[in-house]
Each structure stands twice: as structure tokens, then as C-alpha cells.
């Protein structure tokens, strides 16, 4: 471990900062900057300077930020803080709202990649997703040349095959403007290769808060070998070694966080589980459980998530993974935070995502490869994010991740708790990234010649590891030629042009190629049915990279359908090819469910139906509503109205789940698929009749509180009705 250095933070007036700065740190419990946060002072993060920080989970990185972003709004600069994901921006958005206190306005966007974003300005730190900055940087609102420095949480994530390339090419933007770029990250196998290249100050330090312990536990001597020496005798009480090992610890007065790679386990094991803890229940405050479970049986969209769950919870355990609504989620951190539960199984989604720090986390480093049919050992930067969340700094000393499922005790100590990081690598040179980016950059006029073009991919990680000019040349030419093929942009000479299709692709955020599929299947199609539509939806690559699992078992069922409906026109034809047609067959069954919820079916049902959750129902009408929104566009630059019409529509009701007849009820805010529908049903179908209907007459139906109400006739009054009171 390194040595000790510490700031007090009194001593930031020294640095600029004003007395109310300290005083908002010394109610959060901060009375020192801790040694990572003094490094990167004295590395000059408050001067400007480009700064990479590679240090544990909760070793205090988010704070160099803060001070960064604090600095820059006193010097009347503004900032951007940006995330992978939607949940980590709302939690930062709530912990930078201290900054509120200095004057400092906090804003957040998330989505709506279309909307230009020029209400941001009155902001002085944004939060954002990656996505969402990206296509901010494309849209050029006014406000960006107040922009002085840019966060990057999570800086690994260049790895990812999906967010690394927008993460990439946000980063070569910014090197062509004046703009310090600020990286954090716990898990970088190569940060002086990614310092060097961003021309960065490192931060590269092992300290954190709470000391953590690892370990392997053996199943042929059934104990867990830790590696400060001690060795733990697990006691097996159950079948199952990981049940035992989470029983045990459990009764050792731990809170443990489950890591697996595979959610129908989280909720068998958590089954399990709650069945052998009669003998703990003493330990648990069952009072407050109940509160959380009857707040989940208020708030869920589901019933059956909400029974399931909730019977969990009243005993003191959970599952955690994305099939479940945000509602549960939420519920189920919340609660674990609280420490009133002493368990939680989870995918390794929730290490990637917010802050859950337990006693001892019991981790998986086996997942099931589909492409191989066998089980194969993840990456260590994946094991080390989930053993950083191993150790609570308010009550632990130490904090201890196991490694439960390794084949080989001295492999798993020589690979993952003594071996090195994988290198973070560019993954810019795939095609889908490469259009995307290529098309954003001419049609933002950020690129008006292929040499110019060419000097801002200079500045990806992907030119910086190949060094080859030749061949990136090489792999852009061929994008540029496809996109010209597509008559998304025009090449004269060495200079380029964004035609009208192309501005329009870029601005929707959709990949060039579903533009082009769309284009190309909508020919000699007037009037599309809905399922045509949706089908257009659900067979386009932005749908396809993050669609829900459906079972191989529930699809095969609507083969005959399918068939039966492209024989009939009502979808394309199937293709020839074997592997084509699955794809094809799958798209269908997600129109299906798709056109299920848009009739209003609920989450229960299509849970039942298709084997998703409500966390899956979420993401697949928020990922349809903007492909659908974006195809809307499309159709109306190539001149088909009557398609443009209708997935305008069809954006809405995917949104909200709803049949036409509501679309014009739930414009208004508090009124979803459920209340619209009770109003349709008591003969109110537009906001006409909504606004003639007396107050006491909707305060009698089921749903329609006063709060509610009031609200509702707020809204009318501002658009201009006359309200009935």
C-alpha cells in the first residue's frame, strides 16, 4: 500500500475555493482529502491539465471531479459530467445538487437524442450518458464554446464494444477543441498508454478507503483461502456450495452482495436461500422490510414481480437484475443500503452501475458463451469491478471477495487476484461504428474534406494503437463509398457533403444501416400495416444490438404465424438463409410483443407470454419509441407520408403502451395507459372532454386522487381549455 497523504480541506481557500465550498464537504463527512485526491491536485486537475485517475472503487475519484467542475463554474466556465448509464447519471445528478449551495446550477439529460439541447446553457454542470453528449457534440447548441472541461466516468468502457466508440469519438472531438478531459476509472490494464495518448496526467494509485481481502474458496477442502492468509471451514448446510458459503457468512453478521451470470439463478438461489434463514429471523427488522414490500406492491408495474419479490424481501433477501422494473430495482438497493437485507443475488450489471458496497461479495468468474456452447472465464477488469464493491467504509474494516466457482484455487490466485489488467482497446474499427461516426462527422460539418475527416480519426485510441494511416484510410474510404452508395452524402473531388438523408440519419442517432434496410423494404410499400411497421422496428440493427432475450422454446412457437402473416404481406418475406431466417423469426415475435403492449396488454401478461421482465418491457419501448420516432423522419425526407404519419403515432403509443384512441389523454403528464384507459371507459376521450368533466366526478374514479386531479386541470388551463370545476 502506498503512504499515507492527506489534505485537510480548510486548506482548499488556499486553492480558490470559497468557505461555503468546506462547509458543503464537511456535511457530507469529508474533513480530508484523501491521498488520490492530493495526487491529482498536485498532478494539476484544478489547473486545467488533462488527468486520468485509475484507483478503486470508492477510493473518492468522483470528488477530483467535483472540484474540478466547482473550479470551472467559479472561473464562469461550465462542465460536463458524463456515464455510461442512465441510473449512474441520476446518482450523480443527486449528489452534485449540493452545488446548488454556491450558486451553481445542475442539470441532467439522458435522452431525447433529437432535441437540440439549447435549455442546457442555462446550466452550469451538466450530467449526461455518453449517448446523449454525442449527440449534443452533433447538434452544436450555442452553449458548448462555454465548455471548459469534460468528465468521463468509467473511462474503460472504450472497451466496450457498444459505448467504447462513442466514447472514443466524443474524446477526438474534444482534442480538436480547448477543453480539459478529466478520466475516471477503477479498472485500466494500460493507463499509461491512455494517458499518453490523451496527453493526460496520471493518477494511478491502489489506495482505497476500506482494505479489501480476496479469496478462492476450494471446493475439494471446502474452505475459502484468502489471500492475507487466513483460511475460512465452510460449513455446507445446503446442497449448493455458494449457498452455503452465503449462509454462513450471513450468520457471521455480513451483508453479502451475490454476483452470477445468469438471472433465472439470482431469483432460484434467492429462493433458496430465504428458505433456510428461519433460524436468523430474529436478526431482521421485519417492520421495515414489510414497508419496503408494500411499497413494492404499491409502485411495480407488475403484480407477479411484486409477489415474487416482495415475499423475498419480508425475509431479508433479493435478486437483483435488469428483467426487474426500475421501481424494484430501486427498492431492492434502497434496502440493501439500509442493511435491512442480508443478501442480494445480482447480475454483474449492478457493478457496473450504482454504488452497492457489501461486507463480503461472493463472485462468479464462469458465464455461458453461446457462440462456443461451454462455460469460459471473464476478463479480470470484469472480476475486479465486482470485487470493488466488496467493503462499506462507514462499518467495515476491510471488505473480502470471493471467488467461488474457480476450476483451479492457484489459477484463480494467478489470474485474478495477482494478475495483471487487461489492456483497454480500441473498438472504433468495427463497420457499424465506423458509419455512424463518419456520417455524424460530414453531416456536423465538422469534416468538409476526406483529409480532414482522416485528421480527427488521428485522434482515436484505434489510430493511436494501430499507427497506421494507410489503414485507416483504407477502412474510412470503404464507409465512405457505402454511405454514398446510400445517398446519405455526396463526394466531390476531395471534399464531402451531408445530403438530406444523411443530416437527417445523423440527428435521429440511428445507425446509416437502418435507415438504408428501412428505405430498401419500403419500396413499393404505400400504406404499411402496423405489423409491417413494427417489423421494420424490431429487424433493425439499432434494435437488434439490445433487444431482450426471448427462449428459443417460446420462438419456435410462432413460426407457423410468421410464415402464415408474410404470405399474406402483413410482413417482408423470409430469407433463404437458415441463419437469416432465425433473425428474421425472432424480429417477428418481438413486433409481436411489441404490437401486444401498444393494445394495451399488461406487463403480467407479456411476461408471461414472451418470459421477459418489466426492466425488459422498459428498455424495449424506450429503444422502439426512438427508432420508430427516427424512422418517422426518414420516411418523410423519401416522400412517404402516410409511413411517417404512422410511426409518428407509433412512437407515442409504443411510449406509453397505448391503443390510438388515447393518444391525445396521455399527452398530458400523470396520465399513463391505465388512467387514460379508466377515462376512455367513463365516456372522457379527449382533452375537450376531459376538461368539461367536473372535478368530483373524476375524483370518483379509481386512481384519480386530488394531487392528481389538481394537476390535471392545471395542464388544461395552460393549453388553453376552459376548465369545469
Known amino acids: 500500500m502506498e503512504a499515507v497523504s492527506l489534505l485537510e480541506v480548510s486548506l482548499l481557500s488556499t486553492l480558490g475555493f470559497p468557505e461555503k465550498v468546506v462547509e458543503i464537504l464537511l456535511k457530507r463527512g469529508i474533513s480530508t482529502l484523501n491521498p488520490i485526491q492530493v495526487k491529482a491536485i498536485e498532478k494539476g486537475v484544478l489547473d486545467g491539465k488533462n488527468i486520468i485517475v485509475s484507483a478503486p472503487t470508492a477510493s473518492g475519484k468522483t470528488l477530483i471531479a467535483e472540484l474540478a467542475l466547482v473550479k470551472t463554474f467559479l472561473s464562469k466556465g461550465m462542465g460536463v459530467y458524463i456515464t455510461p448509464l442512465k441510473a449512474l447519471a441520476s446518482e450523480k445528478y443527486n449528489e452534485f445538487l449540493d452545488w446548488n449551495a454556491i450558486g451553481a446550477k445542475i442539470g441532467i439529460s439522458t435522452g431525447d437524442y433529437e432535441s437540440p439541447g439549447e435549455h442546457l446553457g442555462k446550466y452550469d454542470i451538466i450530467i449526461a450518458t455518453y449517448e446523449r453528449f454525442d449527440s449534443l457534440l452533433r447538434l452544436k447548441p450555442p452553449w458548448l464554446r462555454r465548455l471548459k472541461v469534460v468528465v468521463i466516468d468509467e473511462l474503460h468502457m472504450i472497451n466496450d464494444p457498444e459505448r467504447g466508440p462513442v466514447l472514443e469519438m466524443i474524446i477526438a472531438r474534444l482534442k480538436e477543441q480547448d477543453v480539459q478531459i478529466i478520466g475516471l476509472s477503477a479498472t485500466i490494464g494500460n493507463a499509461n498508454e491512455l494517458a499518453s495518448w490523451l496527453d493526460a496526467e496520471l493518477v494511478l494509485s491502489d489506495w482505497r478507503p476500506v482494505k479489501l481481502v480476496e479469496g478462492v474458496y476450494d471446493p475439494k477442502a471446502k474452505v475459502i483461502v484468502f489471500n492475507d492468509g487466513r483460511v475460512e471451514r465452510i460449513i455446507h448446510r445446503l446442497s449448493n456450495p ?239 463509398k457505402e454511405l454514398t452508395k446510400w445517398d446519405m452524402i455526396v463526394q466531390v473531388s476531395d471534399f464531402l457533403f451531408s445530403t438530406r438523408l444523411g443530416k437527417i440519419v445523423t440527428y435521429t442517432y440511428l445507425d446509416p444501416l437502418t435507415a438504408y434496410k428501412f428505405i430498401q423494404y419500403m419500396n413499393g410499400i404505400e400504406k404499411p400495416g402496423l405489423l409491417w411497421l413494427l417489423f421494420m422496428i424490431t429487424s433493425s ?33 423470409p430469407p433463404y438463409d437458415e441463419i437469416e431466417f432465425e433473425y428474421w423469426l425472432e424480429a417477428y415475435v418481438h413486433a409481436r410483443m411489441l404490437y401486444d403492449w401498444i393494445n394495451e396488454a399488461s406487463e403480467d401478461y407479456l411476461s408471461q407470454k414472451y418470459g421477459v421482465g418489466p426492466g425488459d418491457i422498459y428498455a424495449v419501448r424506450e429503444t422502439a419509441s426512438w427508432i420508430s420516432s427516427g424512422l418517422s423522419r426518414i420516411a418523410r425526407v423519401k416522400n412517404m407520408e402516410y409511413a411517417s404519419s404512422e410511426l409518428d403515432k407509433l412512437a407515442i403509443r409504443i411510449e406509453y403502451g397505448v391503443k390510438e384512441d388515447a393518444l391525445e389523454l396521455v399527452k398530458l403528464e400523470g396520465i399513463g395507459r391505465v388512467r387514460a384507459r379508466i377515462l376512455i371507459n367513463s365516456g372522457i376521450r379527449s382533452l375537450e372532454d376531459l376538461a368539461k368533466t367536473p372535478r368530483s366526478k373524476l375524483l370518483s374514479l379509481p386512481g384519480f386522487g386530488p394531487k392528481i386531479v389538481d394537476s390535471i386541470k392545471k395542464q388544461l388551463i395552460e393549453l388553453g381549455y376552459k376548465v369545469a370545476l
Open 541 to 573: 440493427p439499432d434494435y437488434i444490438r439490445s433487444r431482450p432475450y426471448i427462449s428459443g422454446r417460446i420462438i419456435e412457437k410462432y413460426e407457423d404465424m410468421a410464415l402464415y402473416d408474410a404470405s399474406q404481406n402483413i410482413i417482408p418475406d
Open 242 to 480: 455458494l449457498l452455503s458459503i452465503t449462509l454462513q457468512s450471513i450468520a457471521n453478521g455480513y451483508q453479502v452482495l451475490v454476483f452470477i451470470h445468469n438471472r433465472r439463478r439470482t431469483e432460484e438461489y434467492a429462493l433458496e436461500l430465504s428458505n433456510h434463514l428461519n433460524l436468523l429471523a430474529h436478526t431482521l427488522n421485519v417492520n421495515k422490510l414489510r414497508d419496503y414490500a408494500e411499497r413494492l406492491k404499491r409502485e411495480s408495474p407488475s403484480r407477479i414481480e411484486a409477489e415474487k419479490l416482495g415475499s423475498l424481501i419480508i425475509r431479508g433477501v433479493a435478486y437483483h437484475h435488469a428483467g426487474l422494473s426500475s421501481v424494484a430495482r430501486k427498492i431492492v438497493e434502497e434496502a440493501f443500503r439500509e442493511r435491512l437485507l442480508k443478501a442480494v443475488f445480482a447480475t454483474p450489471t449492478l457493478a457496473a452501475g450504482v454504488n452497492l458496497p457489501a461486507r463480503r461479495v461472493l463472485i462468479s468468474i464462469k458465464r455461458y458463451d453461446p457462440l462456443s456452447h461451454r462455460n469460459v472465464n471473464i476478463p479480470v477488469f470484469e472480476y475486479k469491478q465486482m470485487a470493488g464493491r466488496a467493503g462499506r467504509p462507514q462499518y467495515d474494516r476491510f471488505g473480502e471477495a470471493v471467488i467461488y466457482d474457480a476450476s483451479s484455487k492457484h489459477e484463480a490466485f494467478r489470474r485474478y487476484i495477482y494478475g495483471r489488467l487487461e489492456p483497454v482497446e480500441s473498438k472504433l474499427a468495427s463497420e457499424r461504428a465506423l458509419r455512424i461516426h463518419t456520417l455524424a462527422l460530414i453531416a456536423g460539418g465538422e469534416a468538409p474534406t476526406f483529409s480532414k475527416l482522416i485528421d480527427i480519426y488521428r485522434n482515436t485510441l484505434f489510430y493511436y494503437q494501430y499507427r497506421s494511416k494507410k489503414y485507416l484510410e483504407s477502412k474510412i474510404e470503404k464507409i465512405v
